[in-house]
């Protein structure tokens, strides 16, 4: 389970790295169903929420192109996948070093989504931004404090601001 590369030598922390390995078109085809699913998910979460009147872009309208954009992308994806498999173009092994690390990462995201009807969209976005940047490596209080007031601001100015679409505020209030 080496991580170095040919004619390096493994330091000690990567002699006891562990890793997942799996096949590309396999990662493909299994990334191109998730994305199907989240996106058909994604798609009828944003169908519900409000609207004004009967003006053409609402809050929905955004987040409904993006779904299906991400449909989209999947089924090339799954496509190319498959057209790699019948013509036996084999891709090299893909592997994850860390993998505990991407399934926090996944975890948080669904948990981005179960909780954002309760809290609100601010909250929420708060309790992720510094869950998910910590997973990612970032271990000093004032970078994970500076990434999440950026993004609310950001977000705020933008949609809130900007746009005037309004945001889920959350039922617990």
């Not at 057209?83 to 975890?107: M, N, W």
Request: hydrophobic fraction near 55%.
């Amino acid at each position: 389970m080496s991580t170095s590369t040919t004619g390096e030598k493994e330091t000690p922390a990567e002699k006891y790295e562990w890793h997942v390995s799996i096949r590309s078109e396999t990662a493909d085809l299994v990334a191109a169903s998730l994305f199907i699913l989240v996106s058909i998910w994604y798609i009828v979460q944003a169908m519900g929420f409000p609207t004004r009147g009967s003006a053409w872009v609402q809050a929905h309208t955004f987040p409904i192109g993006i779904g299906a954009l991400a449909i989209i992308s999947a089924i090339v994806l799954a496509l190319l996948a498959i057209r790699r498999i019948l013509s036996r173009q084999r891709d090299e092994a893909l592997t994850i070093h860390k993998p505990l690390t991407v399934l926090i990462g996944l975890l948080c995201t669904v948990a981005y989504a179960t909780v954002l009807p309760w809290l609100g969209f601010y909250l929420t976005s708060a309790i992720f931004t510094t869950a998910f940047g910590y997973a990612a490596g970032i271990r000093k209080v004032w970078a994970l404090a500076a990434l999440t007031v950026g993004f609310l601001v950001f977000t705020k100015f933008i949609f809130d601001m900007a746009l005037g679409t309004p945001l889920p505020t959350g039922t617990w209030l």
